[in-house]
């Protein structure tokens, strides 16, 4: 027997709970489905300098945890399951689980995305012994140590300014001659003396029991290098949580197209955050969608 819904949402993070909060608030029955609960990527940062109107800073935790009440406050229900399927079954979206299956007309991805590899050989043999895609989760276990970062967007640069709070040594290394962040982020991590290597790729990470340095490659010479390091926290860019719905079209870094309505293809199906093709991800933008996408399921049920 399916849960009836007018509108269900797969993903915990901004964009899902900002479309639950809209739904509910709008009159939806409305569920939320995330195999991690509420949060999603935002728990990870350490200081949320950046939303609007939310001075002084807070956690992310803390900032997920306000949003997941203020949903619930409006009726939102939110469970942890793991999606395993969707289909379209008449007017309705079939989403199931392991264990349940929820019905609705109207049904919104926010899947978000999830961190790229450096796919060279010793990142997965040593993931967990000095590899990292987390510095919150990992960071404090290498204080004073020699850190590496990998990335050169907001997310690395942002990373290696809290690192720096744990260890004086922190290297950030990025393939590019100039860095993608905003330039306020790079300001704040040239000011808390994170040291700067362009113009290389990491080809290895070595170490037996954990690790001991990284190979650089120089992309303009060609030349090797080894850099000691205690710990290497990869930042690269994101991949789209897109595998529930491979049929809608994406665009050439695979992330799913849709209006500036939050609608695909599909009648009644919508996609909000970092699943979505767009120019700028942040968590207020995340939150923008989220809140389209709901306003749009309302009108397309009603």
Sequence with gaps: MSEL???IIIGAGPAGLASAQY????????????????????????????????????????????????????GARIEMVQVTSIDKTGNNYVVKSRNKTFEAPALCLATGAFHRNLEVPGEMELTGRGVSYCAVCDGPFFKNKKIVVVGGGDSACSEAVYLSSISPDVTIIHRRDTFRAQKAVVDKMVAAGVKTVFDSVVKAVNGDAKVESVTLENVKTGEQTKLECD????????????????????????????????????????AAGDVRSKSFRQVVTAVSDG????????????
């Design 5 to 7: 819904y007018d509108y």
């Design 23 to 74: 739904a509910a608030r709008g009159g939806l029955k409305c569920i939320v489905l995330d195999m991690a609960g509420a949060g999603g990527q935002v728990t990870q940062i350490t200081e949320l300098e950046n939303y609007p109107g939310v001075f002084p800073v807070v956690n992310g935790t803390d900032f997920m945890m306000g949003m997941q009440k203020q949903a619930e406050s409006f």
């Design 231 to 270: 710990a290497v926290f990869v930042f690269t860019g994101m991949l789209p949580r897109t595998e529930l719905v491979e049929m809608l079209p994406k665009d050439e870094a695979g992330y799913i197209k849709t209006n500036e309505k939050m609608e695909t293809i599909m009648p009644g199906l919508y």
């Design 291 to 302: 809140a389209i996408a709901a306003n749009s399921a309302r009108e397309y049920i009603k």
